[in-house]
């Protein structure tokens, strides 16, 4: 919404600079994006064509002389349209002005035009930067003063604004002049609509009546007969055109302009097509068609309000004229109408149309059915005025939804309340005062409070609480710390425990990732995740097919998130998501549990001096998990794993008190193709945050006390089959009591060990909390250790080297 | 042997141990020449070892001269090992020098990522003042994003939040389900569970229909606020703000509140910070204002607090909701919001 500050000084006298007022109306709530200048002619000033002769050496030019109110100057004038008499724009040597073929600024310099000296420029439209018409010299009325800088005459400056949705009446020029009041300590005025009334009461032309007044709550139509539609004058299209509305003919101008100036969209039918001479506001018919001013012949039902003659819809109530209805050149009698229509109802069909416009976007806001009156007679007055013709005695107001506008009471007490400051009463109703509210003293501090006919957002007396402190400006409000009562505790274990896990996966030195929620289909399919689709969370209008649906597992976006960053050649890449998944349930939300996942890719160490350190595999993802798990005091196991995701030999399971948290492995080769990382193993995990976290031990978890005697160290290497897990092994061993805790710190299986045997060599810690073990006891016991793991592993012995500790 | 000699080879023996001991300078030497002259097998000790054959009085002549020469060998090579650490202390600069402009072995390094550094710090402003950091759901009902927020259907308001729907249908045939636009659900869902008085804060995802840009992302996080009790006024909502601010930015920014539009709230706040670039003399970052926007807040709606069961001439309260992604690229810099959600890990390790 543009509001030139020419139009608002009718209304109101600012006096205070544009910069000024801009600012308190962006404090006060309507935010002015930018103040547009019109003008900055520096040089220009209002100028009369004396005299025009040709031009000695130039068959198209012509010598003028123009009064400048500074002598006669000698103009060398190129325009068709120059003639003596005119009161023009003249451009002195030192103006800037547009440049009429480049469109860039440039300095009128003296110059010689074949051969005779200009002094000057007659300018155009585009020269002033006013439009784009630059086939003739812009003409000024007849009283414009000669002399004048044209600043001074046709300069101007708009308020560019951005009106918050609550505020149909920012979308006009005089509620904004209200606004500019109370925020300057001004009054505001409104037009006055005075025409004269000929003939016959309009009641004698036109009947109106509303079927459904809950859709329409009031109509009201003025008749102006004898009209000629043409061109509006320049004053009301230049007003409209600064506002950013392209002129049309007179009548629809007078329309847009009122719109602009009360905010109450009104619509101008030819009289002569609307059959009978009668009016019925009502919902369409199941079927019924109407062709609309945009050429689309549109299929109605009973949602759709339309203003209808005796036959047919001849528009869409609030929203859009019929095609042969509307204003044409022939038109010589117009009805105007100016009505009020069911916000919510106008906004669904708007929307279900595609059919959003000025006129929506002011009636979906709620305009209030007193708006509708005075615009009428406004629009009556200047149709009258620009079009001339005879207006019919009266105006229709058919008025069913008539509600009385009730007064809210606004206390001191709630003022207060709310605000944390109290302001005198005085002080409160000058600035009611002042936004157009009426309000009336009750008791000792209250007021009861009227809101004025445009305001459809006051409704309670919070609302007016708000009058009050935005226009006597948020800076008059303390800053205070809350001195109210802590609420009790609430633990957030979920939230504490996800932190945890970020904070432990940071530390094994994973970079962390946000990917978006939702993914495409192709990539869950891809990841092998999309199961046949219908278990999958759809977004029914995504931003695009590659965030179609919300996310099920982290699978696929960290894949494409390893594969985007290759392509940004990068080498080495350890990530980790915590983000939740989404999983459908037959009825209600989605459940969304909290997940992490990591992977692993690449050489372990950056390339360097220091050698080759390999590349990550299984075994490095796995000791992530390992880490972070026993940080919380998980005890996990890791259980071979069948998942399509991962490659089927290198993949456990994790499991923790007998609950399945999540998986770790070597990605599918399969997958890695489809997802195109190649060159290596990924190691991936993937856990259910919530399910880890039910499945942990609860309470403080006990410490250990620490070993007093010290403990002695057997080193043993073994032979087993190759299907025999490590995990079996350990556990034989630590299965004795005088065991503290066993390392595999040697795996071979190849040429040196038999065929379908793996060596495994573990140091084993033999300790007793009571006493230091002798060199025997531990001795027998690593007999029994290896006895044991020959009977239950089918272990054989490869060599026991001892090592006194 | 006889005890003349006897003593001639303890002499020999010292006196070649002695002469060998001069010439040696490495503790490996020493250490063998120990060996040598008085290990087990050594000339002295055998030696020693032959006093036995000899009379007892020529035993105790050539004895003292043996212990004699023990305790000269031993001392000698005490001096020795003295003088050889001495000389090798003296010479670490040049004989163990090594290239300190190498690169160090690589540790890897985890790094959070940006928002979570944000996040966390937002959170930990508040939780400082008595917040309590709750969560909820991404997918939504339409009633507790829009209707219970006084947004009914139909509401020009929604304009404010262009939503991404469910592909699921409700009892009544309608898309009910959505990506929660706002964290504000959590205002109704909080106080419906419990009763005043409240104070939390709402970290989480929000999703909007909307075309991105540099400053515009349809995926993003949003923080929201609420603190309801009797007696809590617009005053302590700028009282917390603007501690929240200094917190965050700086002890010494300016804020300033404004009146700004939410229908869920009533008065409507919006509060800006000044210009760290600038000053608040207008520059890029502020696009000339001088001031940042950064929250919108206000006094909570009396129709929100009686739609979930509030009185609300009793109760009052303010709810605030900020974009820490707006955040974060004020305080880091960041020029492009679309950098968060893109994991270019050249742009993560910077953090
Ligand atoms: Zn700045």
């Known amino acids: 919404m543009r509001v030139p500050i020419s139009w608002l000084k009718e209304f109101v006298d600012i006096e205070v600079p544009v910069e000024e007022l801009a600012h308190r109306l962006t404090m006060a709530g309507l935010e002015v994006g930018e103040v547009i200048t019109t003008g900055g002619w520096e040089n220009c000033f209002v100028g009369h064509v004396e005299r025009v002769e040709p031009h000695p050496n130039a068959q198209r030019l012509t010598l003028c002389a123009v009064a400048t109110g500074a002598g006669v100057q000698q103009v060398v004038c190129g325009a068709p349209n120059v003639a003596a008499g005119q009161k023009i724009a003249f451009a002195r040597v030192g103006a800037t002005l547009i440049d009429g073929r480049t469109g860039r600024p440039s300095r009128l310099k003296a110059a010689k035009i074949r051969g005779v000296v200009s002094e000057g420029m007659i300018c155009s439209e585009k020269e002033l930067g006013l439009g784009e018409d630059h086939d003739g010299i812009l003409t000024l009325p007849q009283d414009a003063p000669v002399g004048t800088p044209l600043d001074d005459y046709m300069g101007d400056q708009a308020l560019d604004l951005e009106p918050t949705p609550n505020r149909a009446d920012w979308l006009s020029v005089l509620g904004v002049a209200y606004e500019a009041a109370a925020l300057t300590g001004a009054r505001a005025r409104e037009p006055e609509a005075l025409y004269p009334e000929e003939g016959l009461p309009i009641s004698a032309h036109i009947s109106v009546s509303i079927q459904d007044p809950d859709l329409c709550p009031r109509y009201t139509a003025s008749l102006i007969k004898g009209i000629a539609v043409g061109p509006s004058p320049r004053w009301l299209r230049e007003r409209l055109e600064r506002c950013g509305v392209r002129p049309i003919n007179n009548v629809v101008d007078v329309t847009n302009y009122v719109m602009l100036e009360y905010g109450q969209p009104l619509h101008a039918f030819d009289y002569e097509t609307l059959l009978k001479g009668r009016i019925l506001v009502r919902r369409a018919y199941t079927g019924e068609t109407m062709e609309t001013l945009d050429g689309v012949v549109r299929a109605l039902d009973s949602s759709h309000l339309v203003i209808a003659d005796d036959r047919d819809a001849r528009a869409l109530g609030g929203i859009v004229g019929g095609m042969d209805s509307g204003i044409s050149e022939g038109t010589t009698d117009v009805l105007l109408e100016s009505a009020s229509f069911n916000p919510a109802n106008n906004r669904q069909t708007a929307q279900a149309f595609r059919l959003r416009t000025e006129a929506t976007a002011r009636f979906e806001k709620g305009l209030r059915p007193g708006l509708t009156a005075p615009a009428l007679r406004r629009a009556t007055q200047l149709i009258h005025q620009v079009a001339g013709g005879t207006v019919a005695k009266g105006i229709v107001d058919v008025y069913p939804g008539r509600r009385e506008p009730e007064a809210i009471l606004l206390t001191s007490a709630r003022m207060k309340k709310v605000l944390g400051v109290g302001y005198p009463r005085e002080q409160v109703e000058e600035v009611l005062d002042a936004l157009g509210f009426r309000s009336q003293r009750e008791g000792d501090s209250d007021l009861r409070v009227t809101p004025p006919y445009w305001r459809s957002d006051v409704t309670i007396e919070d609302d007016l609480v708000e009058e009050a402190a935005r226009i006597i400006g948020y800076d008059a409000i303390p800053t205070q710390m809350m001195a109210t009562p802590l609420p009790a505790l609430e633990r957030q274990e979920m939230r504490d425990f996800r932190e945890e896990a970020r904070d432990l996966l940071v530390r094994s030195g994973l970079q962390e990732v946000i990917s978006y929620s939702a993914v495409s289909l192709d990539a869950l399919r891809e990841a092998g995740a999309a199961g046949d689709g219908a278990g999958l969370l759809k977004v029914a209008n995504p931003m695009s097919r590659e965030y179609q649906y919300m996310r099920p597992t982290l699978r696929a976006s960290l894949l494409q998130t390893l594969a985007s960053n290759l392509a940004r050649q990068t080498e080495s890449v350890g990530i980790f998501e915590i983000g939740r998944v989404y999983l459908k349930r037959p009825k209600g939300l989605p459940e969304e549990p909290e997940t992490a996942a990591g992977l692993l890719y690449g050489p372990r160490a950056k390339e360097g001096w220091l050698g080759d350190a390999g590349h990550y595999d299984f075994y490095d993802a796995k000791g992530v998990v390992e880490a972070a798990l026993e940080q919380m005091g998980a005890a996990a196991s890791f259980q071979p794993g069948a998942d399509d995701f991962f490659h089927p030999g290198k993949t456990a399971s994790i499991t923790v008190n007998g609950a399945a948290v999540g998986v770790v492995g070597e990605v599918h080769p399969v997958v890695q193709e489809r997802f195109q990382i190649d060159g290596g193993p990924v190691a991936f995990f993937e856990m259910r945050l919530d399910r880890l976290l039910a499945a942990l031990p609860q309470g403080k978890r006990p410490l250990k006390s620490l070993a007093r005697y010290p403990s002695s160290i057997r080193d043993i290497s073994i032979l087993v089959d190759s299907d025999v897990p490590a995990a079996k092994v350990q556990a034989v061993i630590e299965g004795r009591p005088l065991v503290e805790r066993a390392v595999l710190f040697d795996a071979y299986e190849g040429k040196e060990a038999p065929p379908g045997r793996v060596s495994l060599a573990y140091r084993i810690y033999f300790q007793a909390a009571n006493r230091t073990l002798s060199s025997e006891e531990v001795n027998r016991d690593l007999a029994k250790v290896v006895r044991l793991l020959e009977r239950e592993a089918g272990a054989s012995l490869r060599g026991g080297e001892t090592t006194a500790g | ?351």
Not at chain 2, 13 to 33: D, Q
Not at chain 2, 295 to 319: R, S
Request: contains cysteine; hydrophobic residues 40%; glycine residues 8%.
């Open chain 2, 1 to 351: 042997m006889t005890s003349q000699n006897l003593a001639r080879t303890i002499e020999q023996a010292r006196e070649a141990a002695l002469e060998e001991l001069r010439g040696l300078t490495g503790e490996e030497g020493l250490e063998e020449w120990r060996v040598r002259y008085l290990g087990r097998r050594g000339r002295l000790t055998a030696a020693l070892r032959s006093l036995g054959t000899l009379a007892q009085e020529e035993r105790r002549v050539v004895g003292a001269q043996a212990n004699q020469a023990k305790a000269l060998l031993e001392e000698s090579l005490a001096q020795a090992r003295r003088r050889v650490r001495e000389s090798r202390i003296a010479g670490l600069a040049q004989e163990e020098r090594i290239d300190v402009t190498r690169p160090g072995r690589p540790v890897a390094m985890g790094r959070f990522h940006p928002l979570t550094r944000i996040l966390r710090e937002i959170c930990d402003a508040f939780e400082s003042m008595g917040f309590q950091v709750v969560e909820g759901p991404e997918v939504e009902w339409d009633r507790y994003n829009f209707e219970m927020l006084n947004i009914p259907r139909d509401h020009p308001a929604r304009d404010m939040w262009n939503t991404l729907w469910i592909d699921q249908e409700d009892d009544e045939g309608r898309q009910s389900m959505l990506l929660r636009t706002h964290t504000s659900p959590m205002q109704a869902r909080t106080m419906e569970r419990v009763k005043p008085p409240v104070r939390v804060i709402v970290p989480g995802k929000c999703y909007r229909y909307e075309a991105t840009d540099a400053t515009h992302e349809w995926h993003f996080y949003q923080v929201e606020g609420l603190a309801v009790d009797e007696g809590i006024t617009l005053a302590n909502l700028k009282g917390t703000l603007y501690e929240f601010a200094r917190r965050l930015f700086g002890a010494e920014r300016k804020v300033r509140f404004r009146c700004d539009y939410f229908p869920f709230v009533e008065p409507g706040v919006e509060m800006a910070i000044d210009c760290f670039a600038c000053e608040g003399a207008g520059c890029r970052i502020c696009r000339e204002a001088g001031w940042i926007e950064i929250l919108g807040a206000g006094m909570v709606h009396p129709k929100v607090l009686e739609g979930v069961g509030y009185d609300p001439a009793v109760h009052t309260g303010f709810a605030f909701g900020m974009g820490p992604e707006r955040i974060a690229m004020l305080k880091y810099g960041i020029e492009d919001i679309r950098l968060f959600y893109s994991n270019d890990l050249r742009f993560l390790r910077q953090f």
